[in-house]
């Protein structure tokens, strides 16, 4: 079946954590978007979209084919001459203060410190919790040798599973853990586009670097959807030169 939506995730994917596309990445983005639909969708809020992808990106007509969703889909953004949101699935105050305070209990019994914390190392982004363990704003290469292969955010994972069993916990970027509500992730996001686009769940393809259990990629991956494990950046630049070289460019095909 043809695809008619590429769907990416940003951090770890389309870019280094926290850091915007290159001008390699964003051009091979805007050539995609002449020829099919594309989505991203990311642990990271609006702000971080902005700066990271949409700042890098050529503001033409080209963008109407693009939908963004921050915080693992439970924000939804479509281009119509400026980005309009379309839904947001915000904590009430009661499930953001049982987040909070169950994150701190994980986080004392799993013990693990750091020397230096960049920025702020919780993020309420209305809609998603976002534990970040060096903050924010921490160095890439920080956050790269702070936990590799995931073990120590398997760990706080699985303390905070037991203590907030009715909330999505996952794994994203290099260093964080996202929270959301119950049955909202990424796999959310994919159905939203899938209503709202019409484009069913089989004509899509997802590319990610977080498709392992426990990975904020992963619940894409159990939606069905054909998803490719990437390494970074330059594994995604790989398999967008391949999409590309495969479908048919759109304006031909009119």
């Given at each position: ?148 292969d995931y073990?120590?955010r398997k ?62 990629d992963y ?36």
């Amino acid at each position: 079946m043809v695809k008619r939506l590429i769907v990416f995730d940003l951090d770890g994917t389309l870019a280094e954590s926290k850091s915007a596309v290159d001008p390699e990445m964003a051009g091979l983005l805007h050539e995609l978007l002449g020829i099919v639909n594309v989505a991203i969708i990311s642990g990271g809020g609006w702000p971080q979209f902005e700066k990271q992808v949409v700042s890098k990106l050529p503001h033409d007509e080209r963008l109407t084919q693009l939908s963004l969703l921050p915080t693992c889909g439970t924000q939804f953004y479509q281009y119509s001459g400026d980005w309009k949101k379309l839904y947001e699935e915000d904590f009430n105050e009661k499930e953001r203060k049982q987040i909070l305070s169950s994150l701190h209990k994980a986080l004392a019994e799993a013990g693990y410190k750091v020397a230096r914390i960049w920025g702020e190392a919780i993020e309420d982004r209305g809609s998603q919790i976002t534990f970040s363990a060096l903050g924010q704003q921490a160095p890439l290469e920080e956050k790269n040798e702070w936990d590799p292969d995931y073990a120590k955010r398997k760990e706080i994972k699985a303390i905070l599973d037991t203590y907030i069993p009715e909330f999505s916990v996952r794994l994203g970027g290099s260093t964080s853990i996202d929270i959301t509500k119950p049955g909202i992730d990424k796999a959310y996001g994919i159905g939203k586009l899938r209503d709202l686009l019409h484009i069913s769940l089989k004509e899509m393809i997802y590319i990610g670097d977080a498709l392992f259990p426990g990975g904020n990629d992963y619940p894409v991956k159990e939606a069905g959807v054909d998803s490719i494990q990437v390494k970074g950046p330059d594994d995604t630049k790989q398999v967008v030169r391949t999409i590309i070289a495969c479908l048919p460019d759109r304006d031909r095909a009119a």
